[in-house]
């Protein structure tokens, strides 16, 4: 069974940082594209970026520049690195791992207060 384990979310001021992590239980992660979503409250659920298995990225618009997306297949693991956080930054961020099905965490907090 595949699980997720989202981990690094809090609450920081705005300007500050945060570095979420997702570790994997399974195999074959390094196969798989990895992404991070954000879903605020009352808000549908938006990609913020991705790194595919070739180490491919991409972000959305309103974070270019602030986040960096990165993975380590050695460990299963997936990282967001969030600079110069906004109060829009804030919600609730889901690990997701995809391949021929989609794998998703429980979600970790974030709260960037203004």
């Known amino acids: 069974q595949v699980q997720l384990v989202e981990s690094g979310g809090g609450l920081v001021p705005a300007g500050g940082s945060l570095r979420l992590s997702c570790v994997a239980s399974?195999?074959?992660?390094?196969?798989?594209?990895t992404r991070w979503y954000r879903q605020a409250p009352g808000k549908q659920r938006v990609l913020v970026a991705s790194?595919?298995?070739?180490?491919?990225?991409a972000y959305a618009d309103s974070v270019k520049d602030r986040f960096v997306i990165s993975r380590d297949n050695a460990k299963n693991s997936l990282h967001l690195q969030m600079s110069s956080l906004k109060p829009d930054d804030s919600g609730v961020y889901f690990c997701?791992?995809?391949?021929?099905?989609?794998?998703w965490g429980q979600g970790t907090q974030v709260t960037v207060s203004s």
């Open positions: 399974m195999f074959g992660f390094s196969l798989h594209g």
């Open positions: 997701n791992v995809y391949r021929n099905i989609e794998y």
């Open positions: 790194i595919d298995r070739n180490g491919t990225v």
